[in-house]
C-alpha cells in the first residue's frame, strides 16, 4: 500500500514537473503567450507633421493595417499638440500615440507613473529655431517674441532650456528677456509671415516652411546641440493598461512601425508621397512634394527611443519651471522592442 501510493505521488509530481517545464522552457515573448483571437481596437494618434513619418507612411500605405492579426481594428485620429494626446490618454479615448518626449515626461509624471510607457523610438532630428534674418545671435533675441508649437512641449523645452544657456530669461506666462509664444505651428508660419512673430522652435515641415515661404532662416539646428547629433523627436507611448492587457497587439504595432520605416528607407519617394496624401487627408489642406523632399533630408526615422536625450529633456524641463521632478525612471518598456529586434538579428536597446 505504501508502495502504490508513493508510486502514485511520484506520478504526480513527474506530472508536475512536466507542466511546469513546458511553461518555462516556452521562449515566446508576453506578447504571444497573451495573444487572443478575441476582437480588440487599437486607438492610434499621430501628429500630421514630418516628424511623424512613420506614423505617416504606416497609416497612408497600409502598412500598419497589414501588421496587425486579422482580430485587430486600427482606429486613427490626428492631434495638433501632445498635451492634448495626453488628455485622450487619460480619458480612455486614445491607446497609444506617436508624441514627443516633453509631454510625454509630463503625461508620466502627471499619472505618477501610472498611465503610459514609451515602447519605441521613431524620429531623432528635425526641429530648429528658425527666426527673421536680421536676427544673427541669441543676443539679438531680447526683446523679441518666439513661438513654440505647445507650453511644455518637446520644441518648448529646447527653447526655454537654450535661452538659459545663454544667458536669456523667458517664463511660462511670456515673460523674461524673450516672449514666448505657444501656438499651432500652422498658426506660426502666417503670424511669422506678418511680423507679429520674430521666429519659431518648431519642427518639421514647419520650420522648412518658414524658411521658404516666410524668408527666415535657421539659427539653431537642434541636433547640433546633441552629441553625434542624435536626439529624440518622437517616440511611441501606449497606456500602461492597454500595454498589460494587449501586449500582442503592441508588438504587431511595433512590428509596422519597424515595415514603416524600412519603407521609408527602400522607397523614399513613395514614401515621401504617402505621407504628403496622409498629411492632406488629416489636414484638408496639400503640402508641395519638394517641402516633404527638403524635410525628410532633415531627419532620421528609428526604433530606436534615445534615452539619453529624454532624460536629458527631463532634467531641461526641470531646470525652466516646467515639471516638478526631473525623475523618469520607469517610463520606459522596451521588453516588446527588445524581443522584435532580436527576432531580426538586431541588438537590443537600454531604456
Same mark, same amino acid.
Given at each position: 500500500m505504501k508502495i502504490r501510493r508513493s508510486a502514485v505521488l511520484l506520478a504526480l509530481l513527474v506530472l508536475l514537473a512536466l507542466v511546469a517545464t513546458a511553461c518555462g522552457s516556452d521562449s515566446s515573448s508576453t506578447a504571444n503567450a497573451k495573444a487572443s483571437s478575441a476582437?480588440? +481596437?487599437?486607438?492610434?494618434?499621430?501628429?500630421?507633421?514630418? +516628424?511623424?513619418?512613420?506614423?505617416?507612411? $504606416?497609416?497612408? $500605405? $497600409?502598412?500598419?493595417?497589414? *501588421?496587425f %492579426?486579422?482580430?485587430? +481594428?486600427?482606429? +486613427? *485620429? *490626428?492631434f495638433n499638440a501632445g498635451g492634448d494626446v495626453i488628455t485622450a490618454l487619460f480619458s480612455g479615448s486614445l491607446d497609444a500615440s506617436f508624441i514627443g518626449p516633453g509631454p510625454s515626461i509630463s503625461g508620466f509624471q502627471k499619472s505618477d507613473g501610472k498611465a503610459l510607457r514609451i515602447v519605441s523610438g521613431s524620429t531623432s532630428g528635425g526641429a530648429y529655431l528658425v527666426v527673421k534674418s536680421e536676427i544673427t545671435t541669441a543676443a539679438d533675441l531680447k526683446g523679441k517674441t518666439i513661438s513654440t508649437p505647445q507650453l511644455g512641449n518637446t520644441q518648448d523645452v529646447s527653447l526655454r532650456a537654450w535661452l538659459k544657456s545663454k544667458g536669456l530669461s523667458s517664463d511660462t506666462s511670456g515673460g523674461g528677456d524673450v516672449h514666448i509664444l505657444p501656438q499651432d505651428n500652422s498658426q506660426t508660419l502666417t503670424t511669422f509671415e506678418s511680423g507679429d512673430i520674430d521666429g519659431a522652435w518648431v519642427p518639421e515641415p514647419w520650420a522648412t516652411r518658414m524658411v521658404k515661404e516666410g524668408h527666415g532662416k535657421i539659427l539653431v539646428d537642434e541636433k547640433d546641440l546633441w552629441p553625434s547629433g542624435r536626439y529624440v523627436t518622437a517616440n511611441v507611448i501606449v497606456s500602461t493598461s492597454f500595454l498589460n492587457d494587449h501586449p500582442d497587439v503592441v508588438k504587431q504595432l511595433i512590428e509596422g512601425e519597424m515595415a514603416a520605416i524600412n519603407f521609408i528607407r527602400t522607397n523614399p519617394a513613395q514614401a515621401q508621397s504617402l505621407a504628403a496624401q496622409a498629411i492632406q487627408a488629416a489636414t484638408g489642406k496639400p503640402i508641395a512634394p519638394?517641402?516633404?523632399?527638403?524635410?525628410?533630408?532633415?531627419?532620421?526615422?528609428?526604433?530606436?527611443?534615445?534615452? %539619453? *536625450?529624454?532624460?536629458?529633456? %527631463?532634467?531641461? %524641463?526641470?531646470a525652466v519651471g516646467l515639471i516638478s521632478s526631473p525623475d523618469v525612471k520607469g517610463i520606459y518598456d522596451l521588453k516588446?522592442?527588445?524581443?522584435v529586434l532580436k527576432s531580426k538579428g538586431q541588438a537590443a536597446i537600454k531604456g
Amino acid at each position: 500500500m505504501k508502495i502504490r501510493r508513493s508510486a502514485v505521488l511520484l506520478a504526480l509530481l513527474v506530472l508536475l514537473a512536466l507542466v511546469a517545464t513546458a511553461c518555462g522552457s516556452d521562449s515566446s515573448s508576453t506578447a504571444n503567450a497573451k495573444a487572443s483571437s478575441a476582437p480588440v +481596437t487599437i486607438r492610434l494618434g499621430y501628429f500630421p507633421n514630418l +516628424t511623424h513619418a512613420p506614423a505617416l507612411v $504606416g497609416i497612408q $500605405g $497600409g502598412i500598419f493595417k497589414k *501588421s496587425f %492579426a486579422k482580430n485587430v +481594428t486600427l482606429e +486613427t *485620429s *490626428s492631434f495638433n499638440a501632445g498635451g492634448d494626446v495626453i488628455t485622450a490618454l487619460f480619458s480612455g479615448s486614445l491607446d497609444a500615440s506617436f508624441i514627443g518626449p516633453g509631454p510625454s515626461i509630463s503625461g508620466f509624471q502627471k499619472s505618477d507613473g501610472k498611465a503610459l510607457r514609451i515602447v519605441s523610438g521613431s524620429t531623432s532630428g528635425g526641429a530648429y529655431l528658425v527666426v527673421k534674418s536680421e536676427i544673427t545671435t541669441a543676443a539679438d533675441l531680447k526683446g523679441k517674441t518666439i513661438s513654440t508649437p505647445q507650453l511644455g512641449n518637446t520644441q518648448d523645452v529646447s527653447l526655454r532650456a537654450w535661452l538659459k544657456s545663454k544667458g536669456l530669461s523667458s517664463d511660462t506666462s511670456g515673460g523674461g528677456d524673450v516672449h514666448i509664444l505657444p501656438q499651432d505651428n500652422s498658426q506660426t508660419l502666417t503670424t511669422f509671415e506678418s511680423g507679429d512673430i520674430d521666429g519659431a522652435w518648431v519642427p518639421e515641415p514647419w520650420a522648412t516652411r518658414m524658411v521658404k515661404e516666410g524668408h527666415g532662416k535657421i539659427l539653431v539646428d537642434e541636433k547640433d546641440l546633441w552629441p553625434s547629433g542624435r536626439y529624440v523627436t518622437a517616440n511611441v507611448i501606449v497606456s500602461t493598461s492597454f500595454l498589460n492587457d494587449h501586449p500582442d497587439v503592441v508588438k504587431q504595432l511595433i512590428e509596422g512601425e519597424m515595415a514603416a520605416i524600412n519603407f521609408i528607407r527602400t522607397n523614399p519617394a513613395q514614401a515621401q508621397s504617402l505621407a504628403a496624401q496622409a498629411i492632406q487627408a488629416a489636414t484638408g489642406k496639400p503640402i508641395a512634394p519638394a517641402l516633404v523632399v527638403a524635410s525628410f533630408k532633415n531627419q532620421t526615422f528609428t526604433v530606436d527611443p534615445i534615452p %539619453a *536625450s529624454l532624460v536629458k529633456d %527631463a532634467k531641461d %524641463a526641470y531646470a525652466v519651471g516646467l515639471i516638478s521632478s526631473p525623475d523618469v525612471k520607469g517610463i520606459y518598456d522596451l521588453k516588446i522592442l527588445n524581443e522584435v529586434l532580436k527576432s531580426k538579428g538586431q541588438a537590443a536597446i537600454k531604456g
